[in-house]
T-cell receptor
Framework: DTEVTQTPKHLVMGMTNKKSLKCEQHMGHRAMYWYKQKAKKPPELMFV???????INESVPSRFSPECPNSSLLNLHLHALQPEDSALYLC?????????????FGQGTRLTVV | RKEVEQDPGPFNVPEGATVAFNCTYSNSASQSFFWYRQDCRKEPKLLMSVYSSGNEDGRFTAQLNRASQYISLLIRDSKLSDSATYLCVVKGGAYNTDKLIFGTGTRLQVFP
């Protein structure tokens, strides 16, 4: 099973709303990622959690707040977003922190900010 | 300079053609390398890992040249179903082994 599950698949939110994106994997992977992807562009790294600790924050605005409640779950809390934050948000996981293992992606949450 | 760079697309090729994609990376401490495929409005999916000795999976061959910091993907006997964006991915570095960086991607369109 190489499944990473993301919910919701689609989300429309206003600029004053607070919402959360969820990601779950049961492969025992210890690294989990959030990426943002705009149309016709490659995925852009936002955050990496390694062994449930935030190891990389690619200078992401504070209106995006990641959380890793346990080794299987990863959340992305959204608050006061802008229309330009509309994008596909992808979650991924990889086995461990050795740098040698591939990552598996969820189907993504397509976010529209209105 | 971007950390991972790829050929600018798109590549438009007929069925049965052989097509090659190239990728260069800037961080010499990078540890592992992959090719992913992404269909329109879908998530990236692993196509193959890339090893220094080169590796082949059916019609797909990947090569890595660490000295030149260069990765390639060769697709033989292209099929219509190969139409997608191909993403070169580099993982690891001096400060964080988990960092996974995507190249700009190359769009392939195979026509009948």
């Amino acid at each position: 099973d190489t499944e990473v599950t993301q919910t919701p698949k689609h989300l429309v939110m206003g600029m004053t709303n607070k919402k959360s994106l969820k990601c779950e994997q049961h492969m025992g992977h210890r690294a989990m990622y959030w990426y943002k992807q705009k149309a016709k562009k490659p995925p852009e790294l936002m955050f990496v959690y390694s062994y449930e600790k935030l190891s990389i924050n690619e200078s992401v605005p504070s209106r995006f707040s990641p959380e890793c409640p346990n080794s299987s779950l990863l959340n992305l809390h959204l608050h006061a977003l802008q229309p330009e934050d509309s994008a596909l948000y992808l979650c991924a996981s990889s086995q461990d922190g050795t740098g040698t293992t591939e990552a598996f992606f969820g189907q993504g949450t397509r976010l529209t900010v209105v | 300079r971007k950390e991972v760079e790829q050929d600018p697309g798109p590549f438009n090729v007929p069925e049965g053609a052989t097509v090659a994609f190239n990728c260069t990376y800037s961080n010499s401490a990078s540890q592992s390398f992959f090719w992913y495929r992404q269909d329109c409005r879908k998530e990236p999916k692993l196509l193959m890992s890339v090893y220094s000795s080169g590796n082949e999976d059916g019609r797909f061959t990947a090569q890595l040249n660490r000295a030149s910091q260069y990765i390639s993907l060769l697709i033989r006997d292209s099929k219509l179903s190969d139409s997608a964006t191909y993403l070169c991915v580099v993982k690891g570095g001096a400060y964080n082994t988990d960092k996974l960086i995507f190249g700009t991607g190359t769009r392939l369109q195979v026509f009948p």
